[in-house]
């Protein structure tokens, strides 16, 4: 049997997705969850080159980041590395935000925060222990967390979506009621139909997602605190 290289490329192809590993981590917790509302579950993951780490913003109501940063800083973004801008995600949303990272060195810890600069007792949420590790290495996590529980300030710079040693190919996937902004990319998008905005820098001193944005149908300004029903989003 002859099979057209053009089907025979596309049934590779297949394959290769198909085996692709995908280790999810669920971003956010909520009242009952073990953790509470600041915490990446699971926050050390083993991923190989290649794989995919989909984080899952499943806390709600949430409003999180995902951001690389690195074992002398834990609670600071670090140069070039990755940045999922701010997800906020309101309590009966049927489906979470998403946003996957493919693992380009399995050889190196990526350390990862939330900037949330806003959380349970005026805590930003890097200090209350929201980080995490992909390949940890020789290094130590709980030594990681407790340079964060002591972090003087909670770096808020915006990165990219490519990072060291893991990037993604775009915006996070936002579904319809959630919303996201990304001051550091010049055209974020709301690919599931949910907000969003991007250009400009964030409010000094304030939590830059809850300074309100303008929706993706262009219904006027959201204010995520009254969204959420709310001053402190979680």
């Known amino acids: 049997m002859r099979f057209n290289s053009s089907v025979l490329a596309v049934l590779v192809s297949s394959a290769v997705v198909s085996a692709q590993q995908v280790v999810t981590v669920q971003v956010g917790g909520n009242s009952s969850s073990p953790g509470g509302f600041t915490i990446f579950t699971p926050n050390q993951i083993s991923a190989p080159k290649g794989s995919i780490v989909s984080f899952q913003f499943t806390?709600?109501?949430g409003n999180h980041t995902v951001t690389q940063s690195n074992f002398a800083n834990?609670?600071?973004?670090?140069?070039?590395?990755?940045?999922?801008?701010?997800?906020?995600?309101?309590?009966?949303?049927?489906?979470?935000p998403e946003w996957n990272l493919t693992i380009t060195d399995d050889q190196t810890p990526i350390w990862f925060y939330c900037k949330q600069l806003i959380g349970p007792n005026a805590k930003p949420h890097c200090n209350l222990g929201m980080v995490g590790v992909i390949n940890v290495g020789q290094k130590s996590f709980p030594d990681f967390q407790a340079?964060?529980?002591?972090?003087?300030?909670v770096g808020q710079t915006e990165g990219g979506f490519v990072g060291i040693g893991a990037s993604a190919t775009g915006a996070p996937f936002i579904p319809s009621?959630?919303?996201?902004?990304?001051?550091?990319?010049?055209?974020?998008?709301?690919?599931?139909?949910?907000?969003?905005a991007s250009g400009g820098?964030?409010?000094t001193g304030t939590n830059p997602p809850n300074s309100g944005f303008i929706n993706g149908a262009g219904s006027g300004l959201v204010l995520l605190a009254t969204l959420f029903g709310m001053a402190t989003v979680l």
């Open 59 to 61: 806390g709600a109501p």
């Open 177 to 196: 009621g959630a919303i996201y902004a990304n001051p550091g990319q010049a055209s974020a998008t709301a690919p599931g139909g949910g907000s969003s």
């Open 147 to 153: 340079a964060a529980s002591t972090a003087a300030a």
């Open 74 to 96: 834990p609670c600071d973004p670090v140069q070039g590395g990755f940045d999922s801008g701010w997800i906020a995600r309101p309590e009966g949303l049927p489906k979470a």
């Open 201 to 203: 820098a964030p409010p």
